[in-house]
């Protein structure tokens, strides 16, 4: 479709930026600028990405004037061009999250979910007693079900919050059972299999980016 | 120094892994491809990071030579190179937790920070009950003590972790004490000022990506 995997990832991420801002009732035209501002990368990265995406159009002059005008970009027209071309309509994801610590229960109430494409379907603990004792909007099961509890809900991706010395291990069982792509929260490098795929997020990164971003700033 | 900055961003993540990689005692000289897998980077980014890295070098022969070879980068010398380059060494950042729910107070015995160039100083939170009751291995304080505690352990970084809804209060709150950069953990997108630097760390963010990378392998 000619659009790079980098470029794909920051357009997604661009539509929800732009969604979210259009949430908080904030309306109006965004200039490339004001999206540096707001998403950290080069304005001119942002501009060559939407003019991959429009050239991934099958009438570009109409894609282009879609959103683009030269008071900036229609925000609402940008991220549901987004949403088409990379096809993340309708999409419907089921999600799990195994560990159910500080950071895994967490998600147990997580209202952030509503109106995205993703729903966690279960959650998974090795400590049967943690299990009974949290109370989620969706089952708890111990580890030992996940084989039979992965496949029947259809999960395809994991938010794995596990201890780092447990990572590569339950990985390898979510792999294993049909998940394809896990979040990382822990702070281990996984080894993963073909055709998967793992998003890190770990605080230590984004601190690390953080400070890139500030020594960059004062070296400009 | 002729590096841009979301090369530096990713060099600086790069230097983590090749970092944790040794730690995980796993040597031997690693190739780009290996690294695109590691990371979701493509291998020709990472091969034009790293040459945006010598060139930064004074004397770019040797800086090539030091960690690359035909059987690939040697990981510890490039991890130092990069963190010579991007002055990251002996740095030492001082930050402060804000919003002590279940993600923020997950981070009171969070061990991975030792060895990092990342010191927690203070928790804050608006709820006095919940800092008596809560035990961390720095002090916890309410957060209308912010404007004396941030000066004083000179914080300039934060983890935002408080309800959306005081999202933006809380981090015209941090700027105005001093913080420069917070890493937003709220699904808000944050206004700021000059100067200042935000990274979000999002579930809904990291899970939009994955989605997205493996719609891609699937569409490639």
Same mark, same amino acid.
């Given at each position: @479709?000619?659009? $790079?995997?980098?470029?794909?990832?920051? =357009?997604? +991420?661009?539509?929800?930026?732009?969604?979210?801002?259009?949430?908080?009732?904030?309306?109006?035209?965004?200039?490339? %600028?004001?999206?540096?501002? @707001?998403?950290?990368?080069?304005?001119?990265?942002?501009?060559?990405?939407?003019?991959?995406?429009?050239?991934?159009? !099958?009438? !570009?002059?109409?894609?282009?004037? @879609?959103? %683009?005008? &030269?008071? /900036?970009?229609?925000?609402?027209?940008?991220?549901?061009?987004?949403?088409?071309?990379? %096809?993340?309509?309708?999409? $419907?994801?089921?999600?799990?999250?195994?560990? =159910? /610590? +500080?950071?895994?229960? %967490?998600?147990?109430?997580?209202?952030?979910?509503?109106?995205? !494409?993703?729903?966690?379907?279960?959650?998974?603990? $090795?400590?049967?007693?943690?299990?009974?004792?949290?109370?989620?909007?969706?089952?708890?099961?111990?580890?030992?079900?996940?084989?039979?509890?992965?496949?029947?809900?259809?999960?395809? =991706?994991? =938010?794995?919050?596990?201890?780092?010395?447990?990572?590569?291990? $339950?990985?390898?069982? *979510?792999?294993?059972? /049909?998940?394809?792509?896990?979040?990382?929260?822990? &702070?281990?490098?996984?080894?993963? !299999?073909?055709?998967?795929?793992?998003?890190?997020?770990?605080? *230590?990164?984004?601190? /690390?980016?953080?400070?890139?971003?500030?020594?960059?700033?004062?070296?400009?």
């Amino acid at each position: @479709m000619g659009i $790079s995997k980098p470029a794909a990832e920051r =357009l997604a +991420r661009l539509a929800r930026f732009l969604e979210q801002r259009a949430e908080a009732g904030k309306s109006g035209f965004i200039s490339s %600028s004001e999206l540096e501002q @707001m998403t950290g990368w080069p304005s001119h990265t942002i501009r060559k990405d939407v003019s991959q995406l429009v050239s991934g159009f !099958p009438e !570009p002059q109409d894609g282009a004037d @879609m959103f %683009s005008t &030269s008071a /900036g970009y229609d925000p609402v027209a940008l991220a549901s061009c987004i949403r088409r071309v990379l %096809s993340l309509e309708n999409a $419907s994801h089921n999600c799990c999250v195994v560990g =159910l /610590g +500080r950071l895994g229960s %967490s998600f147990l109430n997580y209202e952030a979910f509503a109106g995205t !494409p993703f729903t966690l379907r279960a959650g998974f603990d $090795s400590n049967v007693n943690r299990i009974e004792i949290l109370q989620g909007e969706f089952p708890l099961y111990p580890t030992f079900r996940m084989k039979e509890v992965i496949p029947r809900f259809d999960i395809k =991706l994991a =938010l794995l919050c596990v201890p780092g010395e447990c990572a590569q291990a $339950s990985a390898d069982k *979510l792999f294993s059972c /049909g998940v394809t792509g896990i979040v990382n929260f822990t &702070s281990v490098v996984l080894s993963t !299999p073909p055709g998967t795929a793992v998003e890190n997020v770990s605080v *230590l990164d984004a601190l /690390g980016a953080l400070a890139t971003r500030l020594a960059f700033n004062r070296l400009k």
